[in-house]
């Protein structure tokens, strides 16, 4: 339930890092839904932290914080320098020499930071970063990204001036030069010549070898459980390395009517927890009967707007609100790396990845019409010489999927509890990056490991949430996004032409679920897709209020 601001000042200057100011960031960052816990301020040589409502999985020694989960107590996690423990977090370490910044294997919590003559900044929250700057500098490298993918695309921040730790990574600034060094690791998948048998014992190695030191009081955490394989596999390696799971809590999510359709998500999840004897619960998720416009503003609050899938979200948070005031110290993630399904051609890589590009659909005219940046896909995530389709879909799943999207909805949970990601371990993900295409590819040796350690029990072959484009299409979201569309303040930002063309393709459905269109439909090419408009002005929508946000968050400082 904590993120994280970690100032070094060069000189020992003082700026403006007071304990005031730090408790008024905490009121902002804060969703209004719940009371924060007391920030836990830090300031020791130099460097000053802030946790914000920090939570008692927090490990904190000297000038050195780290917010989610390392993985084995004999690691030296609060020495700069010292190697890099295995886990799922955002480390922050320093001394009176160095300040270091470490990203797990696959940025699970993204890092973003920021350095000039007087300061350096890292943090979980660039508000954090954009309310002690003291100004906002609006990125506009990130609407075509946003307008396109729904995220603000490959290492991209809203302000010009904040860059983004990638996986792996270690960012060092010497404190006497006052000179930054970073060591990126190379994301690299090399086959192992060994037999599927041989992949198999291997795999399920790195998952004990991962799963057994973990430390949990199981009281305090909780998983969400679907009915398919990753959050089962959890459940079952805890099982297998020992652990005593009997006050685990398990919760599942979605819509009130999944709960009774035999292949969802919400039902299996339930058989599966019954099984286990453990103690289950089922939140509904059905649109809140607060206004939109509050839900919306707190999805924005909780994810600073990285990324606009909301549709689990229309309960208004009440899931994470509840887990908060029950005392729930975090969940357990299955967030992984085991491998995607099936493609056939670069576009389908980077649709099924999630990383199109606007020019991708059929229907639509170029973004540079309208004055946008030219988009493209940065260097290092094309497809290398000699790399089969299956590992380009798998590294950018890795590079991409993962940091900018998985780490994007995970900051929405993060202000009501922790997280930890057992399955994105630094030994489980380079056992994946050798294991050969047909093993990854559907996630079939995975699959196959938690198929042998499960009871018999089907898997869900549907969701339990809803689809988000029924949510985007009735009529008080059209009616709340045309309203913010239209307005003044937009038009700078995003011009009038193409506010314009968007909303002219907006389809409402009414209550009897008719359909009327704005003007013309726009018809798709059957072998390139097009792109939902509704989905497109709830995208320009975040990027509108987001560039509000992040201006009053500049201006507010005291």
Not at 312 to 334: C, Q, V
Request: hydrophobic share 40%; with cysteine; net charge neutral.
């Amino acid at each position: 339930m904590s993120k994280v601001i970690y100032v070094c000042l060069n000189e020992r200057r003082r700026h403006c890092f007071s304990k005031r100011n730090l408790e008024l960031l905490s009121g902002r960052l804060t969703p209004d839904n719940i009371t924060a816990l007391p920030p836990k301020i830090v300031d020791d040589e130099g460097i000053v932290y802030c946790v914000f409502s920090p939570s008692s999985s927090v490990l904190a020694k000297n000038s050195s914080v780290c917010l989610g989960n390392v993985i084995g107590s004999e690691a030296k996690w609060w020495e700069p320098l010292q190697g890099y423990p295995d886990g799922s977090y955002a480390l922050f370490r320093g001394n009176s020499k160095y300040v270091e910044v470490v990203s797990d294997v696959v940025a699970s919590r993204t890092i973003w930071y920021f350095k000039n003559d007087d300061v350096f900044i890292a943090s979980t929250s660039q508000r954090a970063i954009i309310y002690f700057l003291g100004s906002f500098v609006f990125n506009k490298a990130v609407i075509p990204w946003v307008l396109s993918t729904g995220t603000l695309g490959p290492a991209h921040s809203w302000d010009s001036r904040i860059k983004s730790l990638p996986g792996d990574s270690s960012l060092v600034l010497d404190r006497s030069s006052w000179l930054l060094t970073t060591e990126v690791g190379s994301c690299n998948f090399s086959t192992l010549d060994r037999s599927d048998e041989e992949h198999s014992n291997l795999l399920r190695q790195a998952l004990i070898d991962t799963f057994e030191p973990i430390e949990l009081h199981c009281s305090k955490w909780t998983v969400p459980l679907s009915g398919g394989y990753d959050s089962r596999g959890i459940l079952c390696m805890l099982k297998e390395t020992g652990k005593d799971i009997e006050d685990l809590k398990t919760v599942t999510w979605g819509v009130k009517s999944a709960l009774y359709e035999k292949d969802n998500d919400a039902y299996v999840a339930k058989a599966l927890a019954d099984r286990f004897n453990l103690q289950h619960e089922y939140y509904e998720t059905d649109v809140s009967d607060e206004p939109l416009e509050n839900i919306f503003s707190r999805f924005l609050v909780c994810g600073e707007g990285r990324v606009d899938l909301v549709s689990g979200y229309m309960d208004g948070f009440r899931i994470w609100k509840t887990l908060f005031e029950s005392g729930t110290n975090g969940i357990i993630r299955g967030d992984e790396g085991f491998g995607w399904s099936s493609v056939s051609s670069p576009l389908e890589v980077r649709r099924k990845i999630g990383i199109h590009l606007w020019s991708d659909f059929s229907n639509v005219r170029s973004l540079e019409e309208f004055g946008f940046s030219r988009q493209e896909l940065p260097t290092d995530l094309l497809q290398r010489e000699g790399e089969s389709l299956e590992v380009w879909r798998d590294r950018l799943y890795q590079q991409f999927r993962l940091p900018s999207v998985m780490a994007a909805l995970n900051d929405l949970k993060l202000p009501y509890v922790e997280i930890m990601n057992p399955l994105l371990s630094r030994r489980i993900i380079y056992q994946v990056r050798r294991l050969p295409d047909h093993l990854r590819t559907y996630k079939r040796l995975y699959k196959a490991i938690v198929r042998s350690l499960s009871p018999e029990l089907d898997f869900a072959k549907q969701s339990a949430l809803g689809s988000s484009q029924n949510i985007f299409r009735s009529r008080q979201v059209v009616e709340l996004l045309e309203a913010e569309l239209s307005s003044t303040y937009v038009s700078p930002i995003l011009p009038t032409e193409f506010v314009d063309y968007v909303l002219d393709y907006l389809e409402v459905i009414d209550k009897k679920n008719r359909k009327t269109w704005r003007r013309n439909e726009i018809r798709n090419s059957a072998v390139q897709p097009g792109i939902d408009f509704n989905i497109v002005a709830f995208r320009a929508y975040m990027i509108s209020k987001m560039s509000k946000m992040l201006a009053k968050d500049a201006e507010s400082l005291a």
